[in-house]
């Protein structure tokens, strides 16, 4: 398992940007695909996007494809994710998680319940 904190998140306006930044402790985290979720108020939690333990495939939801970007430094233990273009309905906690039930693994699951390890999130808000 691996502990995850979030951060990077605050209040933007509409066509902003920000990172949002996940550190990871332990040498597990390089092991493991890594994953962005978010939860708007009232409502469930869902994928944003996911990238491979060594970076090298990634996915996204359809609503942030072309304006978010997932990245990873495995030397650093922290996973990115770079969000353009940002839109009054991106306001959300964001999560990072780790998929933990395989060790480099290539698989690019959206499922929840996938991902064993979770950081406790980082508020993102977006202005009109």
């Known amino acids: 398992q691996v502990q995850l904190v979030e951060s990077g998140g605050g209040l933007v306006q509409t066509g902003g940007s920000l990172t949002l930044s996940c550190a990871a402790s332990g040498r597990a985290f390089s092991r493991y695909a890594m994953g962005w979720f978010r939860q708007a108020p009232g409502k469930e939690r869902e994928f944003v996007a996911v990238?491979?333990?060594?970076?090298?495939?990634?996915y996204y939801a359809d609503s942030v494809k072309g304006r978010f970007t997932i990245s990873r430094d495995n030397a650093g233990n922290t996973v990115y994710l770079r969000m353009d273009s940002l839109k009054p309905e991106d306001t959300a906690v964001y999560y990072c998680a780790a998929d933990t039930r395989t060790s480099y693994s290539y698989s690019t699951s959206r499922r929840i319940e996938d991902f064993g390890s979770w950081g406790h999130g980082t508020q993102v808000t977006v202005s009109s």
């Open positions: 990238i491979t333990w060594s970076g090298g495939s990634t």
